[in-house]
């Protein structure tokens, strides 16, 4: 075990990156990832002070990934969190997210930027291949920026180095571009196409308008991703196979992908598969917990989802509580030949259940 | 015009600097006028200068002046330094 030099944490993260993304056996992967999370913790024990209050008492090394303490998404609304000097940061990342006017802020240096970028590559290249396709985005052109970035900018900017020729399908109001549209769907109807939106917006500003307009687009080749939380949509009876069905009739499109992912851990996204089941990337993983006691659920049971990246190393965002509610659906034997766990979403948790939580709460963070 | 100027000229358009900074050393990040948002019109100005198509590992690795000219180099593009 004892070697000249412990490799730095960078290079192991780099070398997560090129594992292959979906191919490790859980129990292969867990191993590989556990030390890598331990050095993480570690690392952000030094460098970040709220996270050395909160859990240097927890420990150092742990002997499982669900032994690792998480941070509640909420934190990163009520702190500055990070785990880098103010010089080295390049991006601030802000997120109000679906509720409260409080954002989420998200400190990014030039690395972990790099990396997150690198790993949603490398998801994405999974079902598009390398190449880069024309791109119809269903929101509206970004306003300028003043330094800082919000989250729905960021999430079209990562998926946009899939894209070229990008298309911006709504004004800034949010109506439809109707000029836009058709010129894109005229002269890309006959190609693949990369068509991207948060799935809200894709429902409410286009579906929903595309039906009370009668007005017809066609991309029988387009390849709809989508994320962005059920929230919205459930609240409209609307869900994931629903969505689907309503694309197919509506623009033609059957190759609909949602994904999961948040401003916390942009990069190491959870896309659905052929099946229709998240899958976890060889960058990330999930724990689906027990919202009272915090206890690991077991396969098939509903709870709060944990995830867990290994890229955020310029914030202490590697193992996160989030408030969305989950269920894992299995590990290793998805019929789509994915390994890992997979699991599904079912919106967020109830206001009511957030504050039982917080009652409970093992430590000042989680 | 030479390859060389034809690139030069790519990142002073997409990054809106000075020529002079244009060195092989330069590197993604490291000035704000290359963030994020300049890379992707920094592409899109190779892929028109240089009438290729590059893809999305292109994109990631491309992160210095010198790193581009290896790039292109891939596609047939020919740098004499
Ligand atoms: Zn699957």
Redesign the interface.
């Known amino acids: 075990m004892l070697t000249d030099r412990e490799p730095h944490l960078p290079e192991i993260i780099e070398e997560v990156l090129g594992l292959p993304v979906y191919e490790l056996l859980q129990a292969d992967k867990s191993a590989y990832l556990l030390p890598v999370f331990n050095q993480l913790h570690v690392h952000h024990t030094q460098q970040c002070a709220s996270y050395f209050n909160a859990f240097s008492s927890h420990g150092s090394q742990f002997k499982t990934i669900s032994e690792l303490p998480f941070v509640a998404v909420r934190l990163f609304k009520l702190l500055n969190l990070k785990s880098v000097s103010e010089d080295k940061v390049t991006k601030c990342l802000l997120s109000s997210g679906t509720t409260g006017s409080t954002p989420s802020k998200v400190y990014l240096d030039a690395v972990t930027s790099r990396w997150q970028s690198k790993a949603l590559v490398k998801i994405m290249q999974q079902f598009l291949g390398k190449q880069r396709l024309p791109m119809l985005i269903i929101d509206s052109p970004p306003q300028t920026s003043d330094g800082s970035l919000n989250a729905r900018a960021a999430g079209i900017q990562g998926l946009g180095l899939f894209g070229r020729h990008h298309t911006y399908a709504l004004n800034s109001d949010m109506s439809i571009n109707w000029k836009a549209i058709e010129q894109f769907s005229a002269k890309f109807a006959n190609v693949p196409t990369l068509i991207f939106g948060f799935t809200f917006m894709v429902w409410q500003h286009f579906i929903l308008e595309l039906q009370r307009t009668g007005k017809q687009v066609n991309l029988p080749q387009g390849h709809l991703f989508h994320s962005g939380g059920w929230k919205k949509l459930a609240a409209q009876e609307v869900d994931n196979t629903t969505f689907k069905q309503v694309v197919k009739r509506t623009v033609g499109i059957s190759q609909v992908t949602n994904f999961y992912g948040m401003a916390e851990q942009v990069g190491s996204v959870f896309m659905e598969c052929e099946r229709g089941f998240l899958h976890a990337p060889v960058t990330a993983d999930i724990i689906i917990r027990n919202p009272y006691n915090f206890k690991v659920c077991a396969r098939g049971e509903r709870g709060l989802v944990q995830v867990l990246s290994v890229l955020p190393y310029s914030y202490p965002g590697f193992s996160i509580l989030t408030e969305d509610l989950g269920t894992l659906r299995g590990t290793d034997d998805c019929q789509c030949g994915r390994k890992g766990n997979y699991f599904t979403l079912h919106g967020r948790l109830p206001k009511v259940e957030i504050r039982g939580c917080s009652d409970t709460s093992q430590s000042p963070l989680s | 015009m030479t390859n060389e100027k034809k690139l030069t000229q790519a990142f002073v358009s997409a990054l809106s600097i000075d020529e002079a900074q244009v060195v092989d050393s330069l590197q ?3 000035i704000k006028e290359w ?3 300049a890379h ?1 019109v920094l592409i ?1 100005e190779l ?1 028109d200068a240089f009438d290729v ?5 292109d ?2 690795d491309m ?1 210095s002046v010198a790193k581009a000219k290896t790039i292109l180099q891939r596609y047939d593009v020919e740098f004499s330094d």
């Open positions: 993604y990040n490291t963030d994020s948002t992707m899109a892929e198509m590059l893809d999305t590992d994109i990631i992160s």
